[in-house]
């Protein structure tokens, strides 16, 4: 049997996936969040809302209602409407701001008769401009809810309104048709005989032998003396976080007596099983996670000894990692900024990207996309948060990344206000991973945790995802994948269908008449087999799909 080299090209092209009428879903995280001059119009006409024309911005008027709570100047009643158990409703208007502040949060709330508040959403509105504000809401209940506007503005203007509801069925064909259009792309195989002629007929076997979306596991310590974990994790994944290993109170737990021990083990048998690491991380702003030698120290030696972490641990690995947590949690907590003044982290990633300017700096964050309640790290705020950072003096140019850590409580996971703030930061134009993703228990942990996953995986701006569970056996109790003898759970089943379905394996297809086959197949990594059953030859090739090339043509021809 011959073996005949092939040849590759690319095409570009525009694949067209059409939609189903007004109930089309786009992901609108391309949508600016500046403020404008004019509101632009009602998504969906305004849908259950019916603010479908401009109103002129004159919402405070009698009919809508204008109160206050103790906490909240305005609070504004837009609507009383009828939720469906089950559905998933987008919500989104304009609002602005007047007579107050400059500036000032408006959100969204949902109200029961029961008095309950579900928060749907917030934005940083302004005076004189139109902001954007989008949330939603996953019905708990069948019932009147009212929707509710409410800030510390002392005037709120809303305009062009919209709530448009979605059934579960609904939501995860767009979620499907998504991951075909962001995670796919069409492949065409053309292939002659040595003549130019058509090769009618000819098999082709495709195999994928690397996905293109980083698809993860948080790894700890046993990695390094279990075999049976050892096993487990390098056949399903090949990006991971270490839990523990690599931060401060770790490597320095005394003061000048550092240990990277384990640390070096586990990436030298990440590196062994072509397994991708995050660097997780430099620093944390909590105080209660410094180092219990550091918690104390006056502004002058905490600067010195944390300008030592940075360049001991960054340097050590460069080169080596494909981002690093810089800092942890700086919108929840502020040791540094309250010890070394409010550009601490700014300066921080300073430092980190000249050390090692290849390599993705993320703002790692807890509660932007899984918690609408905590209005401290809502993705608005992070937004201004990680630009802020980006416009420290030498900052412009580093490699900077979003990340999101994903830790899901609630009975009911909100997957509309998930979309919603991946849509808010996605118009950073950076890169979004979900860094730390697990799911409370109860008897919906594993269905609660495909959900999340999917929702993640079919948005456009999310480049990467990061379980942190893992087998029983090795300390993984909230979000465990595998028993004690590392059969799956629940919740690992979950896992491993996902990593299935999200990977093309091995197909194969025939040539038609004209010596064409085309077929959909997901980024990453190929190798291709041609045969013909008329001919004693083959040929092979390895390719990529990547997201940058709307279409690839293969061109593979028989040299005999």
């Not at 409410?150 to 203007?157: D, F, G, L, N, T």
């Not at 690491?277 to 000894?305: C, S, T, Y």
């Not at 394996?505 to 291709?528: E, K, P």
């Amino acid at each position: 049997m011959k073996i005949a080299e092939a040849s590759v090209l690319l095409v570009t092209c525009i694949v067209l996936f059409s939609g189903h009428g007004v109930c089309s879903f786009s992901y609108d995280y391309s949508a600016t969040m500046e403020c404008l001059a004019t509101p632009k119009r009602a998504q969906y006409g305004g849908g259950m809302i019916g603010f479908n024309q401009r109103t002129n911005g004159s919402t405070l008027s009698s009919e809508l209602g204008v109160s206050n709570d103790g906490l909240h100047n305005t609070i504004l009643s837009l609507r009383t409407i009828k939720l469906e158990k089950g559905n998933l409703y987008t919500f989104s208007a304009w609002v602005q701001i007047s007579n107050g502040s400059e500036s000032e949060t408006v959100a969204v709330a949902f109200k029961a008769s029961n008095g309950e508040l579900v928060h749907g959403g917030e934005t940083m509105a302004k005076q004189g401009c139109w902001s954007l504000l989008k949330g939603g809401i996953v019905a708990g209940f069948t019932g009147v809810v009212e929707i509710l506007l409410m800030s510390k503005a002392m005037e709120i203007r809303v305009d062009n309104v919209s709530l448009w509801p979605f059934t579960a069925k609904e939501w995860r064909s767009h979620q499907d048709k998504s991951i075909d259009k962001v995670r796919k792309k069409k492949v065409s195989f053309k292939v002659t005989y040595a003549n130019g002629t058509a090769a009618d007929g000819a098999l082709i076997l495709i195999l994928q032998t690397k996905s293109g979306f980083p698809f993860g596991c948080g790894m700890n310590h046993y990695i390094v003396t279990d075999e049976a974990y050892r096993q487990w994790f390098a056949s399903r994944f090949k990006v991971t976080s270490f839990t523990n290993e690599m931060k401060w109170y770790s490597t320095e737990k005394t003061r000048g007596v550092e240990n990277y021990t384990v640390a070096d083990a586990m990436v030298n048998f990440a590196e062994q099983n072509g397994i991708s690491i995050r660097g997780h991380n430099v620093f944390w702003d909590n105080r209660v996670m410094q180092p219990k030698w550091v918690k104390d120290l006056p502004p002058a030696e905490l600067m010195k000894a944390a300008t030592r972490r940075l360049n001991s641990v960054v340097s050590r690995y460069a080169g080596r990692l494909i981002g690093w947590d810089v800092m942890n949690e700086n919108l929840h907590f502020r040791f540094f900024e309250d010890k070394l003044g409010e550009n601490a982290s700014s300066m921080f990633y300073s430092m980190a990207y000249h050390l090692d300017p290849s390599t993705t700096l993320f703002m790692n964050e807890y509660n932007t996309i899984e918690n609408s309640k905590d209005h401290t790290a809502t993705a608005c705020k992070y937004k201004e948060e990680l630009e802020k950072i980006l416009s420290f003096p030498g900052n412009a140019s580093l490699k900077a990344a979003i990340g999101l850590e994903g830790h899901f409580r609630d009975p009911k996971p909100n997957i509309a206000y998930m979309r919603s703030a991946l849509d808010i930061l996605g118009t950073m134009g950076l890169p979004i991973w979900l860094t730390e993703v697990d799911v409370g228990g109860g008897p919906d942990q594993a269905h609660n945790l495909e959900d999340i996953l999917r929702e993640g995986y079919s948005h456009p701006a999310v480049e990467g995802i990061i379980i942190f569970g893992g087998p029983i056996a090795t300390g993984f109790k909230c979000l465990t994948l595998a028993n004690y003898d590392f059969e799956p759970t629940p919740v690992g089943e979950v896992v491993d269908k996902l990593i299935n379905e999200w990977k093309s394996g091995r197909r194969q297809v025939r040539t038609d008449s004209r010596g064409m086959s085309a077929i959909l197949l997901f980024h990453g990594d190929y190798r291709v087999e041609v045969s013909h059953p008329l001919l004693n030859s083959s040929m092979s090739i390895n390719f990529k799909v990547t997201k940058e090339t709307e279409n690839i043509t293969v061109l593979l021809q028989f040299d005999a």
